[in-house]
């Protein structure tokens, strides 16, 4: 590669289209996401932002279009589907934690089962990642004895500790009373301020607004808006954006 090449972005889409029968989901999505960056995807319910996310880790595969995660292309036919799960870390609106073990041993069983880490080494792991999302000392607490809130920092504290190239996160806070959504979204922001690339699927427009490198307004299978912060949330004249952002009003 020549000196000056421009940086190439960590993640990069093109022409992402997803049908579901004869249903089109994503009509053409192109997106980069750079080395470091939070890109906040905001838009109606149904427009098909969980489904991008799904193709980004392969829950789902695209009918047409590429996806590139560093020098893996995602979509390629004969990828290995553990590599990108151990590259992609995905945090979901439920926090799916298992219920019958504590804390750290649904943090450190990953490390253990897919990462073959010794016992000792993955409890480690678990604990550092569960002192990053303050909850070391709930180590072993079952997840019945922590709060709504508490549970989804010990799922994002499970993705921690497989140390990721990129995280994705499927509307994270939605399942929480409105008063645990504020932990939640701070350790996203010091996720953020120790250089984690991220894309988040949000309503809480107020985050997307402070955290967010670059917003991404999806409507019906496609990108209508992106841009800064401010372009999105002050600036944009665009009716469908304008009528949307108007419900969070
Ligand atoms: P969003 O996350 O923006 O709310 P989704 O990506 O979940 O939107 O869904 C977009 C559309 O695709 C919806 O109409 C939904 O019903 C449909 N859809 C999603 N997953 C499936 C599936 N597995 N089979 C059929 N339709 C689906
Ligand atoms: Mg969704």
Known sequence: MAANAPAQALLRMRGIEKSFGVVPILKGIDLDVAAGELVAII??????????????NRL?????GSIHLDDVEITGKRVNLSTIRRDIGMVFQA???????????????????????????????????????????KAKAFPAELSGGQQQRVAIARSMAMTPKLYLFDEPTSALDPELVGEVLA?????????????VVTHEMAFARQAADRVIFMDEGVVVEQ???????????????????????
């Open 227 to 249: 841009g800064t912060p401010d372009e999105i949330f002050r600036y944009s004249v665009n009716p469908r954006l304008s009528s949307f952002l108007r419900n969070y009003r």
């Open 95 to 137: 926090f799916n934690l298992y219920p019958h073990f504590t804390a750290e041993r649904n943090v450190s069983l990953a490390l253990s089962k897919v990462r073959k880490l010794p016992a000792a080494e993955a409890s480690e792991r678990a604990l550092a990642a569960l002192e990053q999302v303050g909850l070391r000392h």
């Open 43 to 56: 838009g109606p319910s149904g427009s098909g932002k969980s489904t991008l996310l799904r193709c980004i």
């Open 60 to 64: 789902e595969e695209p009918q047409a």
């Open 187 to 199: 350790v996203m922001q010091e996720m953020k301020a120790k250089g984690q690339t991220m894309v």
